[in-house]
Structures are given as C-alpha cells and as structure tokens.
C-alpha cells in the first residue's frame, strides 16, 4: 500500500512560532506537494517538487517555505506562524509524468496558531 | 482560470437510498477527472477517474460519468450505506504545467438511519 505519512494529527502553536510539518511517502514518488484545505474553499495548492531540492510556488505560498533534501521527505515551513494560518495541511505524492496520476495522501495536519 | 464547481454543498439522505453529485469545470487542456472520497480528519482518497474518451466508469456502488462537450461529470452513490458519509471532491487535470490540480469545494454527504 501507498502510505504517506505526515508526522502530526494535531499541533496547537503560538503566533510568531517557527513551524514544521513533515512529510514522509514511501513510493518512492518524484512529485510532492503541501496544500491547506480550510472550509468553503477546498484545497489550495501551497507549494510542490518534482525533485530533491527542487520546489515551486503553488497557488499560496506567501507565508510559507519548504525544504525537499531527500526524495521521500517534504517539509513545509511556516516561518512565523500567524493565527491566519490555522488549518488542515494535507501533504500529496504522486509519479512522475502528466495525465493519469493519482495522487496519494495524507492523513492531514490540524494546525491551530493561538 | 482553471475552476471547479460542485453541487450541492452538502446532502443528507436515508440509507439504502441513491444520490447523485455534481462537477462542473473550466480546466483547459483537459487531462482526466477524479473524484476523490475524503473521511472526516482523513486524507482524500481517489474513487475513480475519467478521461476524456469515458463516458462512464463504476466502481462497485459508485458510477462516474463524464460529459467532456459539456464539461460536467457525475458521480451516482446507489443504495447508500451509513459508510458513505463523507466529502467527496472533484479533482480536475490539465495536461502541461506538471501535475497541478484543481479541485472543487467538495459535497458534504451525510447518510443517515
């Protein structure tokens, strides 16, 4: 089974925090991504790789940075954490190429910043 | 811009009974639609997906299809069961630009006794 892992269910931070969130896919995946979800607006892309130490913008990246060292591993950085940013992260992999790839996730982060 | 619109926003019906949800999209070039199951404090799993040629696809008591002149696609849940209960979410592909989404708000189904 496709399994990836991110490494909190729950995380409760202070405003102006340094945050991280981990991400571990075990298939081996070139194609990483982070995406919030927050109600009546679905996912929104943040940021994502297509390769170690590769990173792009997605649809809302302000605020946040990533870090991608090894190929099953994409951390998403909140440099100081405002209560804005309080949300669901969901953390993707999928193979590489276009067309028909699934993508696999996440069991999701529930990051509330107080 | 790439959209996805789904409707309704959210359902309730009686177990056992059939409902039916909607995608429409303005994602260009097309590359195929999923839709997506997602569990509360779950991560999204993929149902099924169409692709341009389908018209429809089942898999098991969900039955996708796909209009793409229309851009609409359905996805049917017959004889539902309290296991149902979800969000289910329309995810758009367009070819180039990687493997970016677009996804649809989702519809919150509730099956209740």
């Known amino acids: 089974d496709v399994k990836v892992t991110q490494s909190s269910r729950y995380l409760v931070k202070r405003t102006g925090e340094k945050v991280f969130l981990e991400c571990v896919q075990d298939?081996?995946?070139?194609?990483m991504f982070w995406y919030r979800q927050d109600p009546g607006l679905g996912l929104r892309l943040i940021y994502f790789s297509y390769d170690v130490k590769m990173k792009e913008k997605g649809d809302i990246p302000e605020g946040y940075s990533v870090s991608r060292e090894k190929k099953e591993r994409f951390s998403l950085i909140l440099e100081s954490a405002s209560t804005n940013q309080t949300s669901m992260y969901l953390c993707?992999?999928?193979?590489?190429?276009?067309?028909?790839?699934?993508?696999?996730f996440g069991q999701g982060t529930r990051l509330t910043v107080v | 811009k790439n959209q996805v619109e789904q409707s309704p926003q959210s359902l309730i019906i009686l177990e056992g009974k059939n409902c039916t949800l909607q995608c429409n999209y303005t994602v260009s070039p097309f590359s195929n639609l999923r839709w997506y199951k997602q569990d509360t404090g779950r991560g999204p799993v993929s149902l099924t997906i169409?692709?341009?040629s389908e018209n429809t696809k089942s898999n098991g008591r969900y039955t996708a299809t796909l209009d793409a002149d229309t851009k609409q696609s359905s996805l049917h849940i017959t004889a539902s069961q309290l296991s149902d209960s979800a969000s289910y979410i329309c995810v758009v592909s367009a070819w180039g630009g990687g493997n970016k989404l677009t996804f649809g708000t989702g519809t919150q189904l509730k099956v209740e006794l």
């Open positions: 298939m081996d995946h070139e194609n």
């Open positions: 993707a992999s999928s193979p590489p190429g276009v067309g028909n790839t699934e993508a696999f």
């Open positions: 169409m692709t341009f």
